[in-house]
């Protein structure tokens, strides 16, 4: 699945757990664009060790049905197109 351009300073802050807070990573997170939340949604609860974070998640989804929520009809379309692309469990 192709995502849109992901800063590197971006994916810094998402995963460098050891110096963030939830709450700095969900920030993070809610920068992404549609598809990318999608993505990284998806490969949070395939992950035996990170599906364990119920917070985590529940945060995660959270914050993208609030990104969905404002999102242009453009921006939905192509989430839309993404998501038939993916499965979320």
Same mark, same amino acid.
């Given at each position: 699945?192709?995502?849109?351009? &992901?800063?590197?300073?971006?994916?810094?802050?998402?995963?460098?757990?050891?110096?963030?807070?939830? $709450?700095?990573?969900?920030? @993070?997170?809610? /920068?992404?664009?549609?598809?990318? /939340?999608? @993505?990284? &949604?998806?490969?949070?609860? @395939? !992950?035996?060790?990170?599906?364990? !974070? /119920? $917070?985590? &998640? *529940?945060? %995660?989804?959270? &914050?993208?049905? +609030?990104?969905? +929520? *404002?999102?242009?009809? /453009?921006?939905?379309?192509?989430?839309?197109? @993404?998501?038939? !692309? %993916?499965? %979320? !469990?």
């Amino acid at each position: 699945m192709s995502v849109d351009y &992901i800063a590197p300073s971006l994916l810094k802050k998402l995963f460098v757990t050891t110096m963030s807070s939830l $709450e700095k990573r969900l920030e @993070a997170f809610r /920068q992404l664009p549609l598809r990318a /939340q999608l @993505a990284l &949604i998806a490969s949070t609860r @395939a !992950n035996p060790v990170l599906a364990k !974070n /119920q $917070e985590y &998640i *529940a945060g %995660l989804e959270r &914050i993208h049905a +609030e990104c969905l +929520e *404002a999102s242009t009809s /453009q921006q939905r379309v192509a989430y839309e197109k @993404a998501k038939g !692309n %993916l499965t %979320l !469990n």
